[in-house]
């Protein structure tokens, strides 16, 4: 199946490299991602093979391919629909020719006029990092705060794509830094999410506000934290971005760390000052998020710096309850040596040692019971985890529990007749 796949490709590929022999040689543009035609005559060399040159042709046009479906760019085509609405100087713009720009701006020409997208020639501009066209279009007046239709303005495209000179160019020239688009997100923002630091960086020390947040809570600091950027979030805190901020749904920084397994910024923010036992509006703490996600090793070094195991959720859930439920020996035992509440009941009367049998996790509910676990304990339904163990038909767990019960009649009579 690989071969004839392999084959197939090639032969592809052939056909494919023998249509790029009739194309007419063009003279490369700045226009991304780059033409085929320029690939080719860039990367083939005349002593390469036919299956080298198809091969890496079969490559180059997957790559070609992956990048115009996912970088969000034009493709190099002024006929495709994509260029329905574009005027001739919004197409200058993009591929960044201003002598061109400069040309067409000698006629009456809507310099702000914008395509279906709501973008305008500026925007292309600052979009694709073509500081001289930039220069062109703002000394001929374009409106440098305009925004498009999902609110983006031509700093927060150039922010986007990390082009940080053209970042500097059109703060220098009065573009507002803390603009918000449609969904309350930030040229600093889009620095951060895409992971342009040097960006991040100029922004912040031009005073952009790491603070701000967007229409669902999220700072800068908890959307680097989210996407586990280490370097980038220590950046946020040394311009004095707020630790704690927390979004709609209460969760801060850390608790999004944690909840993603996040273990460096996650002792990062610890070691900054963060509220180790922030709570989201459930009441889920950070320690409880590691737990439910599996996220082990974080929910140990939690553990070992401070968090409070005795903690409940609205629902009365701990951190050991969660533990039991996930079957996870390593933190329940850890829990258990932090002092954690094994008898604790939650909202539906249920302690750790009777989630621990309802999941049918034989070595968590050992455990439990090695630690004097309540036997006795009976939930809102009247069941004891000698019940449950008979109800989930877990003859393992079962015979562990009259093993721990022998010394109880009364438990025993219950699970033998069930």
């Avoid at 999410?193 to 229409?215: E, G, Q, S, W």
């Avoid at 600091?221 to 630790?243: D, E, H, K, T, V």
């Avoid at 009365?316 to 002092?339: E, K, P, T, W």
């Avoid at 000698?386 to 767990?397: G, S």
Wanted: glycine share 6%; net charge positive; charged share 20%.
């Amino acid at each position: 199946m690989v071969f004839r796949r392999a084959e197939l490709q090639y032969k592809w590929a052939t056909r494919l490299a023998q249509q790029f022999d009739t194309l007419p040689a063009q003279k490369a543009t700045r226009s991304p991602p780059a033409t085929m035609q320029t690939i080719r005559r860039s990367m083939l060399t005349p002593s390469m093979g036919r299956l080298s040159t198809a091969l890496l042709l079969a490559g180059l046009v997957a790559l070609y391919s992956s990048s115009v479906a996912h970088a969000g760019h034009p493709i190099d085509n002024p006929k495709s629909k994509l260029f329905s609405s574009w005027t001739e100087l919004m197409y200058a713009a993009w591929r960044g020719q201003p002598e061109i720009v400069t040309r067409l701006l000698k006629k009456p020409h809507n310099i702000n006029a914008m395509d279906e997208d709501g973008r305008s020639a500026l925007i292309y501009a600052a979009w694709n990092g073509n500081q001289d066209t930039l220069k062109v279009l703002l000394k001929q007046g374009a409106a440098i705060n305009q925004r498009d239709k999902d609110g983006l303005s031509a700093l927060a495209w150039a922010s986007r794509q990390g082009h940080r000179k053209t970042v500097m160019l059109l703060h220098q020239k009065g573009a507002q830094l803390d603009s918000q688009d449609n969904h309350g997100r930030t040229p600093l923002m889009w620095a951060v999410r895409m992971r342009h630091r040097p960006v991040v960086r100029y922004l912040l020390k031009n005073h952009a506000n790491p603070d701000i947040k967007t229409h669902q809570g999220r700072t800068a600091l908890s959307i680097a934290a989210r996407l586990g950027y280490p370097r980038i979030s220590q950046l946020l805190l040394q311009f004095g971005a707020a630790i704690n901020a927390t979004d709609k749904h209460g969760e801060s920084a850390l608790w999004l760390a944690a909840d993603g397994g996040q273990m460096v910024i996650t002792r990062q923010l610890v070691k900054n000052g963060a509220n180790i036992d922030s709570a989201d509006k459930h009441g889920q703490t950070p320690l409880m998020r590691a737990i439910k996600a599996d996220h082990t090793e974080l929910a140990l070094w939690l553990i070992n710096h401070g968090a409070d195991t005795n903690l409940v959720t609205h629902t009365g859930n701990s951190a050991i309850h969660f533990a039991a439920m996930r079957g996870n020996y390593a933190v329940l035992q850890a829990l258990i040596d932090a002092g954690a509440n094994i008898n604790t009941a939650n909202a539906t009367g249920n302690s750790p040692l009777q989630l621990a049998v309802l999941g049918g996790f034989r070595k968590t509910t050992e455990l439990l019971l090695r630690n004097d676990a309540d036997l006795k304990h009976a939930n809102l339904l009247g069941d004891t985890a000698a019940a449950i163990a008979a109800n989930e038909n877990n003859p393992q767990i079962g015979a562990l529990i009259k093993t721990y019960s022998e010394s109880d009649p009364s438990l025993l009579d219950r699970l033998l007749t069930k």
